[in-house]
């Protein structure tokens, strides 16, 4: 019998649903934790000592951090169908696709949700290009994992979806339209409405309340992310 | 062993630590394959057509199918080889997200800030970002004391996925510490790591793969003196 898993999240995470997605996608019951980020817990603050993030899995006495590495553990630490492909060469595409997300889209996504004039412009156009190169790993499939939802599908809703739609309509800036992204437009609505996935989607109005909220300290928070 | 690779192919540049961490898993796996050098001012067909999305080295063309970032394609070399010497990733699940962690926090803490030293324009900038590298330095010494258990590496007795990313860098972290007096691994600082740092250069595919000190600080030079030559010239 397995130890008992807890996730330390917050609902308006989007990365806490990396985590919780890929749990659900495997079957393993969990507990969530939910952390007030303006006042981290002991627990957090221990088992995340290096960021004081969340998401953090706690398996019986493990602690595992960083979203997309829970996501590889709960791939291989649980049975049940595989969240990475199964082919060398494709897990080596969806890692390349995630890192690509994580590491060169994001600065220029928050940029270009939350700044304005030339520093706005410049990431807008950034981003957009970026996106349009994700769009072509959905192209003609369901899913990025193909028939099923995957890791990069995982990777990716944190950047495109339900999260996005939801600053687009704070920040009162668009960047994908239906016309623009069609193939990206429809595997977002794939993804949010799978049966399984829309189980840890946090509703759209609360986190449309929470990010209006927060909006001013969003701004200020990306300012100091702006390239010197 | 040599004969069962299929065709490997590494598109890379001889002054790239990212190029030297596919290099040295290469090595460890035994793996044999053909070196393309690139001129980074002059990009290949292959190498454009290879990694359209960032037209960077390394790349890993494995039966004609490429592969590209570094930690990737370590990965990818563990993977699809994994019959062929010693594993990078050790095999509980665990373990392997304590090294995924840590390989993480060297890409995004140290890399990062470390590759800003050398872009920025301001004296300011460039202490800051020296300054994020150096405080990443600090806390991977905690990270080797808890992956390696006491042991030699990351890895634990063997070479492992972070050995290989950190060790990838080490000829460019001591060619800083001669560019600008920072020296990066500190064995009053961080004596894990200094030690550490010693032994991996013992290790056989360090010494067949890590380019020479003197080299990447002649290089490092002169991509300095091209740039500032490019400002004076705006």
């Given at each position: 019998m397995s130890p008992p898993v807890k996730i330390l999240g917050a609902f308006s995470s989007a990365f806490t649903h990396r985590a919780e997605v890929a749990l659900r996608l495997k079957g393993v019951p969990y507990e969530l934790i939910q952390e007030d980020l303006s006042n981290k817990s002991e627990l957090l603050q221990k088992h995340?000592?290096?960021?004081?993030?969340?998401p953090v899995l706690l398996h019986g006495d493990r602690a595992v951090c960083e979203s997309l590495v829970i996501v590889e553990y709960v791939d291989e630490a649980f049975d049940g169908?595989?969240?990475?492909?199964?082919d060398p060469f494709d897990r080596a595409t969806a890692r390349f696709w995630a890192r690509f997300l994580d590491d060169k889209c994001s600065t220029s996504y928050w940029l270009a949700l939350w700044t304005e004039g030339e520093v706005q412009k410049g990431s807008v156009k950034e981003i957009k290009e970026n996106l349009a190169l994700l769009e072509t790993q959905v192209k003609?499939?369901?899913?990025f994992g193909g028939d099923t939802v995957g890791y990069l599908d995982i990777a990716a809703s944190a950047f495109v979806g339900h999260w996005l739609s939801v600053f687009e309509e704070v920040a009162g800036v668009?960047?994908?339209?239906d016309a623009e992204y069609p193939d990206l437009c429809r595997w977002a609505k794939e993804y949010t409405s799978h049966e399984t996935v829309k189980q840890c989607l946090p509703e759209r109005e609360k986190l449309l309340a929470h990010f209006t909220a927060s909006k001013d300290f969003i701004v200020s928070a990306v300012k100091s992310m702006t390239p010197k | 062993m040599a004969g069962g690779d299929g065709d490997l192919k590494l598109l890379g540049m001889w002054a790239s630590p990212f190029v030297t961490r596919a290099k040295l898993a290469l090595h460890i796996k035994g793996l044999s394959y053909e070196y393309v050098e690139e001129d980074l001012g002059n990009k290949s067909e292959l190498l454009l057509s290879s990694n359209?999305?960032?037209?960077?080295?390394?790349v890993l063309i494995h039966n004609g199918k490429p592969v590209c970032e570094s930690a990737v394609v370590v990965q990818y070399i563990d993977d699809a080889f994994a019959g062929a010497g010693p594993s990078l990733l050790p095999a509980d699940p665990y373990e392997r997200a304590v090294a995924r962690f840590w390989a993480a926090y060297v890409e995004d803490k140290l890399v990062t800030p470390w590759g800003r030293v050398f872009r920025v324009k301001t004296d300011e900038a460039r202490a800051e970002a020296m300054n994020q590298t150096i405080a990443a330095v600090d806390a991977l010494e905690g990270g080797l004391r808890e992956c390696s258990g006491g042991k030699n590496f990351f890895g634990g007795d063997s070479v492992g996925y972070v050995d290989v990313l950190l060790g990838g860098l080490v000829p460019w972290i001591k060619a800083t510490a001669r560019l600008?007096?920072?020296?990066?691994?500190?064995a009053a600082k961080t004596p894990l790591l200094a030690a550490w740092m010693e032994r991996f250069c013992e290790l056989d595919a360090a010494k067949a793969v890590l380019q020479d000190v003197d080299a990447v600080v002649e290089y490092a030079k002169a991509v300095q003196a091209r740039a500032a030559a490019a400002a004076a010239s705006n």
């Open positions: 995340n000592p290096i960021h004081k993030k969340v169908p595989p969240l990475l492909p199964v003609g499939k369901r899913f668009t960047l994908v339209t | 359209p999305v960032h037209k960077a080295v390394p600008s007096g920072a020296e990066l691994i500190d």
